[in-house]
């Protein structure tokens, strides 16, 4: 009597070939996102402190990348970058533009960048900090009744700092809405 063939698992072949670099994984998914942005070339964001260097890098961020089409309708070379540029530090960015493009053609390997646009920014919008706004709500205050028995079971613990993370879960606990 022989053996029924032996079945494959679905993911055998992705098995075989061993592991696989994160980047290869993850390049087709961040290609997408980074063309919704304008940005014809990825490395512009991933590797941006390394093709501009720290001290540009620290001040700036590249926001879209555009390259202007000929007449076949296919994407000319050299395009677009627009760079933004933090605040105070606008003006000597604006002194490294040369720099920057010199930077930016070298790492892609071919001109690639005929323009660098900069537009000024007071901080990023990453770091920015909410400012206005209604202010938020009080923190409910717990019904005593339901909080007395709760604190009257932890007074026992012996640790101080135990028994005060306990008190504050309860009071927490209580008055949740």
Do not use: H, Y
Request: with cysteine; charged share 20%; aromatic share 4%.
């Amino acid at each position: 009597m022989s053996a029924p063939p032996r079945q494959t698992p679905p993911d055998a072949a992705r098995r075989a070939r061993g592991f696989q670099r994160a980047g290869r994984l993850v390049a087709p998914k961040l290609a997408a996102a980074a063309k919704k942005r304008g940005f014809l070339e990825t490395r512009l964001l991933t590797e941006w402190e390394a093709i501009v260097g720290p001290d540009i890098a620290a001040a700036t961020r590249p926001v879209k990348m555009t390259r202007p089409r000929t007449a076949a309708g296919s994407a000319a070379r050299g395009g677009t970058l627009t760079v933004q540029a933090d605040g105070a530090r606008a003006p000597e960015v604006q002194m490294m533009l040369p720099t920057l493009k010199a930077r930016l053609n070298a790492a892609l390997g071919w001109p690639a960048v005929a323009q660098v646009r900069l537009v000024q920014a007071w901080g990023f919008a990453e770091a920015a900090a909410p400012c206005g706004g209604p202010p938020e709500p009080a923190a409910p205050q717990p019904d005593p009744a339901r909080l007395a028995p709760l604190v009257g079971d932890v007074s026992s613990i012996g640790d101080a700092g135990l028994r005060t993370a306990l008190e504050t879960l309860a009071r927490n606990v209580v008055s949740r809405r």
